[in-house]
């Protein structure tokens, strides 16, 4: 069964770093594209970024590009955000998740594994 566990959330303040973590197993994890998603309190879920298996190219929503950085760890199973500059509009719940074989890779529909998620919460 598909797993994926997200870690690293929790409030910082506006201006501050975290780091999130999303570790798979490795049937999940090997050979996929990854991707960061999040949902804020009464909006949709929305694309932050993903990343290809061989983490050569990268992809990002406007509103993160030049803030957030997203990389993997092919060794470990792992794909990692790294969010600077924080705004409180980055408040949100994270999810990772797996890109399947077809689909856009901003679009919800082409990711067929999530994990359940890490509050973030930025305080202005």
């Known amino acids: 069964q598909a797993q994926l566990v997200e870690s690293g959330g929790g409030l910082v303040q506006a201006g501050g770093s975290l780091r999130l973590s999303c570790a798979a197993s490795?049937?999940?994890?090997?050979?996929?594209?990854m991707g960061w998603f999040r949902q804020a309190p009464g909006k949709e879920r929305e694309f932050v970024a993903a990343v290809t298996w061989s983490g050569g190219t990268t992809y990002y929503a406007d509103s993160v590009k030049g803030r957030f950085t997203i990389s993997r760890d092919n060794t470990k199973n792992t794909v990692y955000l790294q969010m600077s500059s924080l705004k409180s509009e980055d408040t949100a719940v994270y999810y990772c998740?797996?890109?399947?074989?077809?689909?856009?890779?901003?679009?919800?529909?082409?990711?067929?594994?999530w994990g359940q998620g890490t509050q973030v919460t930025v305080s202005s």
């Open positions: 490795w049937s999940t994890f090997n050979g996929y594209a």
């Open positions: 998740a797996r890109k399947g074989v077809s689909g856009a890779t901003m679009g919800l529909g082409a990711y067929d594994y």
